[in-house]
């Protein structure tokens, strides 16, 4: 069973940074695909950007890609998500996933998931 914990939510104003982590715990990390997904008040879950076991593979959603970087570090267990130049619409609370297979875009494929961490843009 892995337990995943995000942190480093927060408020920014708009064209600001953040990064959010996502901390693992009870299984071996480096196994694991992992997905960062978004969900703002009202609307559905949407995917936001993956990374491979490996950190070899990564794939964005075309609202994001060139403004958010996701990475990881197999020997701290964490996966990141630099988003910068922030714009309200990305007002959201984003949650960290995990699963033992290749990255995919779809929520339902992942089995682990984290408590989610609130990033708000302010403009």
């Known amino acids: 069973q892995v337990q995943l914990v995000e942190s480093g939510g927060g408020s920014v104003q708009s064209g600001g940074s953040l990064r959010v982590s996502c901390a693992a715990s009870g299984g071996t990390f480096s196994r694991y695909a992992m997905g960062w997904f978004r969900q703002a008040s009202g609307k559905d879950r949407e995917f936001v950007a993956a990374?491979?076991?490996?950190?070899?593979?990564?794939y964005y959603a075309d609202s994001v890609k060139g403004r958010f970087t996701i990475s990881r570090d197999n020997a701290k267990n964490t996966v990141y998500l630099q988003m910068n130049s922030l714009k309200p619409e990305d007002t959201a609370v984003y949650y960290c996933a995990a699963r033992e297979s290749t990255i995919t875009v779809v929520s339902r494929r992942y089995d682990y998931w984290g408590q989610g961490t609130q990033v708000t843009v302010s403009s």
């Open positions: 990374i491979s076991w490996s950190g070899g593979n990564t």
